[in-house]
Antibody, heavy 120, light 107 residues
Framework: EVQLVESGGGLVKPGGSLRLSCAAS????????MNWVRQAPGKGLEWVSS????????YYADSVKGRFTISRDNAKNSLYLQMNSLRAEDTAVYYC?????????????WGQGTMVTVSS | DIQMTQSPSSLSASVGDRVTITCRAS??????LNWYQQKPGKAPKLLIY???SLQSGVPSRFSGSGSGTDFTLTISSLQPEDFATYYC?????????FGQGTRLEIK
């Protein structure tokens, strides 16, 4: 079964750090770019970051640039998001998402999400 | 950044109704438009990609159309399981951007 499972969310104080992980299974992880998408409570979807299959190309939303770092380990079939200098507005469910192989950034596989709460 | 505007923001309809949701891009995005369905507490589900291609496993009552700046998602005959929030997403240029969502409620 094709699956993405996020972990690492939790409660963190403003200015703190957190590292999210996404474990992939059931497909050739190293063949796909990967993405993080977040959703603040009661709000819409916001793309956060993407990384190409070989980590050669990395992109960030302006809202997280300079604070978040996306990375991957193809040998471990895992995607990561290092989040530093966290702010209250970073509070959200964070999803990892896989795009369809032949359709750029149409996300056909999503994880269940991991909740990040930034609060003092 | 490309802005995506959905209308309406919410919609009440009955089982069996035909429903159309529109999405407008702030500039041309060719056919790089995707539609998702999201139910409370769940991850989004891809319904339509490349404006009009039906994702595998999605019922044929869902269809998409449009190109350039104007797009539509149509549900031909609403079923009880279709009551959810729908989002459009442009994948023409980074950053990907989503519409604000359309909440489809039971009348």
């Amino acid at each position: 079964e094709v699956q993405l499972v996020e972990s690492g969310g939790g409660l963190v104080k403003p200015g703190g750090s957190l590292r999210l992980s996404c474990a992939a299974s059931g497909f050739t992880f190293s063949s796909y770019s990967m993405n993080w998408v977040r959703q603040a409570p009661g709000k819409g979807l916001e793309w956060v970051s993407s990384i190409s299959s070989s980590s050669s190309y990395i992109y960030y939303a302006d809202s997280v640039k300079g604070r978040f770092t996306i990375s991957r380990d193809n040998a471990k079939n895992s995607l990561y998001l290092q989040m530093n200098s966290l702010r209250a507005e970073d509070t959200a469910v964070y999803y990892c998402a896989r795009p369809k192989l032949n359709s750029p950034r149409a996300f056909d596989i999503w994880g269940q999400g991991t909740m990040v709460t930034v609060s003092s | 950044d490309i802005q995506m505007t959905q209308s309406p923001s919410s919609l009440s309809a009955s089982v069996g109704d035909r429903v159309t949701i529109t999405c407008r891009a702030s500039q041309s995005i060719s056919s790089y438009l995707n539609w998702y369905q999201q139910k409370p507490g769940k991850a989004p589900k891809l319904l339509i990609y490349a404006a009009s291609s039906l994702q595998s496993g999605v019922p044929s009552r869902f269809s998409g159309s449009g190109s350039g700046t104007d797009f539509t998602l149509t549900i031909s005959s609403l079923q009880p399981e279709d009551f959810a929030t729908y989002y459009c997403q442009q994948s023409y240029s980074t950053p990907d951007t989503f519409g604000q969502g359309t909440r489809l409620e039971i009348k």
